[in-house]
């Protein structure tokens, strides 16, 4: 009976240690972009601009559209009537026509030849200023977080689903290990009766 009562008795202790770290984190891979993003961005400043280039997945041999939002570094205000001049330094043939279709806003078309990252220098003249920036970081090819993140959200549900048999489990081994103390500790009524009986036949004087 003791052992048996030790061997519940760890078992137990599994459980519980089953559910405390059912839902921990062990160095899962962050994504660079958050989840629910549509859209990939990279950015780049300087004494005279500051240009943000914001684009949905894009795959190589494809057209491409892309948006460059281009403002004032000091005050932040959209610069309009800018002309931009984009090449890309990994292939000097590469050809992009920038229209501008709000203030600060400009499309930018053209297409990507294969699947890998790239970058753009861009020459921009705005009234008395001008600058060469640098817009690196563009993956063409890269997907969204979206699959990453259901792997994760299926994951989640078998450790939830882990942790609801480890509570099941405690519980139930719980339940037979407080019945097995009980019957340990109870009375036995028999025996009793039969010691009581040998006792009182002891007291009796024979007749």
Do not use: C
């Not at 601009?49 to 005050?75: I, N, Q």
């Not at 001049?85 to 043939?93: G, I, K, R, S």
């Amino acid at each position: 009976m003791k052992q048996l009562l030790i061997l519940l008795l760890g078992l137990l202790v599994l459980s519980v240690g089953a559910y405390a770290h059912g839902g921990e984190d062990h160095g899962a891979p962050k994504a660079s972009t958050p989840a629910g993003a549509t859209s990939f961005s990279v950015a780049a400043l300087s004494e005279q601009f500051e240009v943000l280039l914001r684009y949905e997945p894009l795959e190589g041999g494809k057209p491409a559209d892309l948006r460059l939002f281009l403002s004032d570094y000091a005050t932040n205000t959209p610069i309009k009537g800018a002309k931009l001049t984009l090449t890309n330094p990994e292939d000097a043939n590469l050809k992009w026509a920038v229209t501008e279709k709000e203030p600060g806003i400009y499309l930018v078309e053209g297409q990507f030849p294969a699947n890998k990252a790239y970058s753009f220098a861009a020459n921009i003249v705005a009234g008395d200023k001008a600058d060469l920036m640098l817009l690196e970081g563009i993956k063409v090819g890269e997907k969204l977080p979206v699959a990453a993140e259901v792997a994760h959200a299926d994951g989640s549900l078998f450790s939830s689903w882990k942790t609801i048999l480890a509570l099941v489990g405690a519980f139930v081994l719980g339940i037979v290990l407080t019945a097995l103390l009980m019957r340990r500790r109870r009375p036995e009524p028999a025996m009793q009766t039969s010691e009581q009986a040998l006792t009182a036949s002891r007291r009796t004087p024979f007749p």
